[in-house]
């Protein structure tokens, strides 16, 4: 499904991702976890070239693209294959929750206005916001923007989502509710990558973990085999700090 290897990425002299490999498979729940720096951002971004890498291949459903320096059309149509919700939500400010989730139909995909309208309508019902198609996103709180943004991510149809840290912006109040919606999703069979600091979402929602640090993969398996019995003292430190009661329920 996903196939990344020997992927670097450096800024400037700081060696952010250092010769990640790593394999999704079709229908994996993927959840990475790390301190802050360790890499996990830049390596979600890589994924469809949001960040070139320096250095690597990072393959889609057999399509692979290669390299700091590939072809216009080849990152499109990587970029096709996903969807990326982000931790700032990045709706349009001028346009109603339903254009937002439109926008990508329309513009990406040719498709008619009233189709686009209708599947659009359909997501955001899902989402829990049949009541604000006409809203605008200042009249939203956190929480309902980011059920926007999972909600235009769907409409895509994407062969895998990626999130990045899709409850870092919110109050903590808010973060329950938006992830059930990415626990129903996951329910659901579709392929993510989750970038999180949620421990206790992890090992409901996760079916395979990876822990970073220091833009290396120190350790991957089950939930259960990385969030509760890590063999790396590395993961094992980071856990003891981080878990805790969680403030949310599911």
Not at 32 to 53: A, F, M, W
Not at 80 to 108: D, H, P, W
């Amino acid at each position: 499904m996903i196939k990344l290897k020997n992927i670097n990425k450096k800024f400037n002299k700081n060696h952010v991702l250092k010769g990640i490999d790593l394999d999704v498979e079709k229908g994996d729940v993927l959840v990475i976890v790390g301190p802050s720096g360790s890499g996990k951002t830049t390596l979600l971004r890589c994924i469809n070239y949001l960040e070139r890498p320096d250095e690597g291949s990072i393959s889609i459903e057999g399509f692979t693209v290669e390299g700091k320096y590939p072809s216009k059309r080849d990152v499109l149509e990587l970029r096709r294959k996903t969807a990326m919700v982000f931790q700032n939500y990045n709706l349009f400010k001028n346009k109603t929750v339903l254009e937002n989730v439109m926008e990508g139909l329309i513009v990406a995909k040719k498709m008619p206005k009233k189709e686009a309208r209708e599947i659009s309508a359909s997501l955001l019902e899902k989402v829990g916001l049949a009541e604000k198609v006409d809203e605008f996103p200042s009249q939203l709180s956190g929480g309902q923007q980011q059920r926007v943004g999972i909600a235009r991510a769907l409409a895509l149809n994407p062969s895998v989502i990626l999130f990045d840290e899709p409850t870092s912006a919110l109050d903590p109040e808010m973060v329950g509710e938006v992830l059930a919606i990415i626990k129903q999703i996951a329910n659901e069979g579709i392929t993510m990558v989750v970038v999180t600091h949620e421990i206790d979402f992890a090992r409901e929602v996760a079916n395979r973990v990876v822990f970073m640090d220091g833009g290396h993969i120190i350790e991957q398996g089950t939930p259960e085999e990385v969030l509760i019995h890590p063999k790396h003292e590395r993961t094992q430190r980071f856990l003891k700090r981080l878990v805790k009661e969680p403030d949310y329920a599911i």
